[in-house]
């Protein structure tokens, strides 16, 4: 979620949609097309990354900042910070069941892989925003914007690829030519058992030619393949106009700009959500539903029928109403998939983005039920929803990290000339006349939508980032949990928590459950005595969830360029932190991938040459890059219900 950072939607934009909404259900208004495959494209064998085999400028994508007027127009700021409530959160009863075994942990992607592979023919990118699927011994991380392929003992089967490159795509930008590629972004990823397929799938800007303007075409693509190591067949759905409400004005007619893609499947479809905005204009125009065959995708056919479903004039009503929103499709581990109205896969949505204080009392359960009917040549899919009471949630406000080295800020306000480096620190030439000190910055932690939908063992399992107090009474932001019960058009809360830390927080949580309905969740730890780690707890459906637990520990505070004033004309930085981790269930296991910081570095050692470089700084011995340092961790758990 690179470019539509949607924090709050305006409160008038909510009180229009919400003329347009209806309570309970309806048929689902569709639209059928067939998208032929675009071809298969060969997983590159790519050298590893190394600092500075081709630097340079432009080092960040101006289109993809939230307020950068360089961005042609596509820089869609989407809304206010929110705001937080006083709510005392309920860890549940502690239960040794969801206590999960941490089987082995290790480092996935990070910010150093990112802007040097391919050559170095990348931008400097924030947030990793992280795709994870696990199965037939390979573990996948596809993130903003770099691709890589574990086996199950984390030894990498690939070095890191550059998602342009994988996905058939000229470079994001050749820095021999100055040529920009297309803009791939939020990725996501999916293995299905029952095909037993990796599917991973992005969104894409097209460019002007190849200069960095948007041309305001888009589409969301998605890779087929049976061993992620070898090759992908891709399919490309047209975007562009998937939303008669799109406009360039608020008024009139324009493109659409397809948001935060998330994959799910069931028994008969694979499905990807979008939410839509206007791609030059100021709206948010609703959530479409891509519906696809799944076998038929699976296959590598050479062309496949996508029916389309929107949300809007479906969702509910009410003061915390508004028409669907990040709507996350569930994952199902195994082949236990909702087998009700001729099929049905579900998805959830929550609320407080929708509301003037950034509180809400309820989610909202969505079923596309007769999935079947995907196999007909005129699929009849209906869309359901149901609100589900909750007790209170809210908007997290962004957390603070713990006090350590952070180079790039020493740097930005520095006068100091690196030795036998030709780019010096911004001051000591003039760039940022500013203040000659920047602080390390606080987190975003996103705006309390949901975080993950895992369907298991017949249960409904959601997750998402909440402001709370802990109970000392300080405020802190936690995992707000639900495990409920879908019954056709209705779904019923079995039980919901707080899972919080003292005197920390826990951002970006996600969830996933294995067929004998044992849960776990991932997230990051991060606050005034946490550098931001990896970490998890267990979940159980009747007794609550378990302690929060470190997989891993960081080592330092982020010290990326969204944290800093002075690469933002109007001098509003917004810290970039994740916008989502991931959790999916392999057999017995569960595996989790959040951001952490592995690594720290003093001012000294940053304004030291590359090892593999030496005409490149800020890498601190290859650790990060001169403007971002964010990692990856990947971890495998055993829930405790499957080893006691």
């Not at 309920?90 to 941490?102: E, S, T």
């Not at 696809?292 to 009503?317: E, R």
């Not at 959601?462 to 107090?469: K, M, P, R």
């Not at 982020?558 to 690469?567: L, V």
Request: net charge negative.
């Amino acid at each position: 979620m690179r470019h539509t950072r949607v924090v709050r939607i305006a409160v008038a934009a909510a009180v229009a949609i919400a003329a347009l909404l209806v309570a309970g259900v309806a048929s689902a208004a569709t639209i059928t097309k067939n998208i032929p495959s675009a071809g298969t494209v060969a997983v590159p064998n790519a050298p590893a990354p190394q600092a500075g085999v081709s630097g340079g400028l432009p080092e960040i994508d101006s289109s993809t900042l939230d307020a950068d007027p360089l961005a042609q127009g596509a820089t869609v700021n989407r809304g206010n910070s929110g705001g937080r409530f006083d709510h005392h959160g309920r860890h549940g009863d502690r239960h040794q069941n969801a206590n999960p075994k941490l089987l082995q942990s290790f480092d996935g992607l990070n910010f150093f892989d990112q802007r040097f592979a391919n050559g170095g023919n990348q931008f400097s990118v924030e947030p990793p925003d992280q795709g994870l699927c696990v199965g037939n011994g390979k573990v996948v991380e596809i993130v903003n914007d770099v691709y890589q392929v574990f086996d199950t003992r984390g030894h990498a089967l690939t070095n890191p690829i550059d998602v342009n490159s994988l996905f058939g795509y000229p470079a994001a930008i050749n820095r021999s030519t100055g040529a920009y590629g297309p803009d791939v972004f939020d990725m996501s990823c999916l293995y299905d058992s029952q095909t037993r397929t990796f599917f991973v799938l992005g969104s894409v800007l097209d460019r002007v030619g190849t200069t960095s303007a948007l041309s305001g075409t888009s589409h969301v693509d998605i890779g087929v393949a049976k061993d992620p190591t070898s090759s992908y067949t891709f399919y490309r759905i047209d975007t562009t106009n998937d939303s008669p409400l799109c406009t360039l004005d608020g008024t009139t007619p324009g493109p659409c700009f397809p948001d935060y893609p998330h994959a799910g499947a069931d028994r008969n479809g694979f499905y990807v959500t979008t939410n839509v905005f206007d791609f030059f204009g100021p709206n948010f125009d609703g959530v479409n539903i891509y519906a696809l065959p799944k076998f038929k995708l699976a296959s590598g056919a050479s062309s496949v029928p996508v029916t389309i479903v929107s949300t809007n004039g479906q969702g509910p009503s009410g003061p915390d109403g508004g028409t669907g929103f990040a709507l996350i499709p569930a994952v199902t581990p195994d082949d236990q998939f909702n087998g009700a109205g001729g099929g049905t896969e579900n998805f959830v949505s929550s609320r407080a983005v929708f509301t003037d204080d950034g509180t809400a009392s309820s989610i909202v359960a969505w079923s596309l039920s007769n999935t079947r009917s995907l196999l007909w040549s005129t699929p009849d899919l209906q869309l359901t929803f149901s609100i589900v009471n909750t007790d209170v949630y809210g908007i997290p406000a962004p957390p603070t990290q713990k006090p350590g080295d952070v180079p790039l800020a020493t740097c930005i306000g520095s006068t100091v000339q690196p030795p036998s480096v030709p780019l010096p620190c911004w001051r000591a030439v003039g760039l940022f006349p500013g203040p000659t000190t920047v602080a390390e910055n606080v987190l975003d932690p996103l705006d309390s939508r949901i975080g993950g939908v895992s369907y298991a063992n017949g249960k409904l399992w959601a997750v998402l980032g909440s402001a709370a107090t802990d109970s000392s009474g300080n405020p802190v932001d936690g995992a707000a949990w639900f495990v409920m019960n879908p019954h056709g058009m209705t779904t019923g809360l079995i039980n919901q928590g707080m899972l919080l830390k003292d005197g920390s927080n826990l951002t970006l949580p996600s969830i996933a459950a294995t067929s004998n309905g044992d849960a776990a969740m991932g997230f990051t730890i991060v606050g005034p005595n946490d550098y931001p780690s990896a970490g998890y707890a267990g979940l159980d459906a009747r007794s609550g969830a378990g302690d929060p637990q470190y997989a891993k520990k960081g080592a330092g505070p982020q010290d990326g360029f969204t944290e800093y004033q002075p690469f933002f004309s109007d001098g509003s930085p917004r810290p970039r932190w994740g916008d989502y981790g991931a959790a999916v269930a392999d057999g017995p296991s569960i595996w989790v991938a959040s951001e952490y910081i592995g690594q720290t570095c003093t001012f000294n050692q940053y304004l030291q040459p590359s090892p593999t470089n030496v005409a490149a700084f800020g890498t601190c011995g290859d650790t990060r890059g001169a403007l971002g340092n964010w990692d990856t961790r990947i971890s495998q758990l055993l829930p405790g219900g499957s080893y006691h």
